[in-house]
């Protein structure tokens, strides 16, 4: 379960990644159907003021005693440095030690790897350092191209937004779809995104216009319909080409990925929520048939939509 997390701030912490980490486990949002979290930042010494990326100063509530037993030990991004306060490394390692999960947002890799943990575990960063983080670290498993990494007990994630799907992604694994989703709506933001799907997209800025919101959205109500780029584009009033090189630019991946990923999405949350049949499952998520929803299934959570189902079903599914 997800019932404690501690955020480790050291100097040079970066105010936005933090945020991330207040935003999805930090605000009671139990009015929402989210389980109450309870929240702890905490620094090498409880009151102690901390610098930030901008200038500004962190005043932690908790000492490293906060990480004692905290069910997740969250790391922002921080300016990297050559070491790192060993107080700070050894109380990470004995909170893994004992089985809290780890996670780090950005170049808050760098302070998990400074603990000797990530060697010979797959993980990642920011594109940005990837270079520096494989030279200093080179028994690490670094994929430099995804957006995060859930290696089990240890999940690392590249920069700023992908920080957000990586906390979202835990939430979901440990709380379920429901809680994902209702902080992800609370936040504005999409439900989850592919972890796999690469963190930087070599193609140019889209020109300003109107967004391409209004058309997620109603592909998202619209789930179980056919769709297909020309219609898409149509709806979007612009050219194909323009429509596919603008959707791959504000998303990271083509139209009909995303709406695979969308439809996956909602299965999960159909298996874990209600007693449908797996056919009905696969027409309800617009796959149609069984066949393509345990293929795209498989593909994207990595498991059979059965087995998923029979470890994540809600005790109060009803038909």
């Given at each position: 379960m997800l019932r404690t997390?501690?955020?480790?701030?050291v100097d040079g912490?970066?105010?936005?990644?933090?945020?991330?980490?207040?935003?999805?486990?930090?605000?009671d949002r139990?009015?929402?159907?989210?389980?109450?979290?309870?929240?702890?930042?905490?620094?090498?010494?409880?009151g102690k003021p901390l610098t930030t990326s901008v200038g500004a100063a962190f005043v932690p509530e908790f000492g490293l005693d906060g990480l004692d037993d905290a069910d997740l030990i969250a790391v922002p991004a921080a300016t990297i440095r050559g070491e790192y306060p060993k107080a700070v490394l050894d109380a990470v390692v004995a909170a893994h030690e004992r089985g809290a999960t780890l996670m780090s947002v950005c170049s808050g890799a760098f302070l998990l790897g400074a603990t000797g943990l990530l060697d010979g575990r797959r993980c990642?960063?920011?594109?940005?350092?990837?270079?520096?983080?494989?030279?200093?670290?080179?028994?690490?498993?670094l994929d430099p191209d995804v957006l995060f990494v859930d290696d089990g007990d240890i999940?690392?994630?590249?920069?700023?937004?992908?920080?957000?799907?990586?906390?979202?992604?835990l939430v979901r694994r440990e709380l379920g779809s429901g809680p994902a989703t209702a902080i992800a709506r609370r936040m504005v933001v999409?439900?989850?995104?592919?972890?796999?799907?690469?963190?930087?997209?070599?193609l140019p800025v889209p020109e300003a216009g109107d967004s391409l919101q209004p058309v997620l959205e109603w592909m998202l109500d619209q789930l179980?319909?056919?769709?297909?780029?020309?219609?898409?584009?149509?709806?979007?009033?612009?050219?194909?080409?323009?429509?596919?090189?603008?959707?791959?630019?504000?998303?990271?991946?083509?139209?009909?990925?995303w709406l695979s990923m969308q439809r996956v999405l909602h299965a999960r949350r159909l298996l874990e929520e209600t007693a449908l049949s797996?056919?009905?499952?696969?027409?309800?998520?617009?796959?149609?048939?069984?066949?393509?929803?345990?293929?795209?299934?498989?593909?994207?959570?990595?498991?059979?939509?059965?087995?998923?189902?029979?470890?994540?079903?809600s005790a109060r599914v009803r038909p």
């Open positions: 997390v501690a955020a480790v701030l912490a970066a105010p936005f990644e933090f945020g991330v980490l207040c935003e999805v486990f930090g605000i139990t009015a929402d159907g989210v389980p109450p979290i309870e929240f702890r930042p905490c620094g090498e010494h409880a990642t960063t920011h594109w940005r350092y990837a270079e520096r983080f494989a030279e200093r670290f080179p028994e690490a498993k999940v690392t994630s590249a920069g700023t937004a992908a920080g957000i799907d990586a906390c979202l992604h999409a439900p989850q995104r592919d972890g796999g799907q690469r963190q930087f997209v070599e179980s319909a056919e769709h297909t780029v020309p219609d898409l584009a149509r709806r979007a009033n612009m050219s194909e080409r323009t429509f596919a090189r603008r959707f791959v630019a504000e998303t990271g991946i083509t139209p009909l990925r797996i056919d009905d499952v696969a027409r309800e998520c617009g796959f149609g048939t069984t066949t393509l929803l345990r293929h795209h299934f498989h593909r994207i959570v990595g498991v059979a939509p059965k087995d998923y189902r029979r470890t994540f079903s």
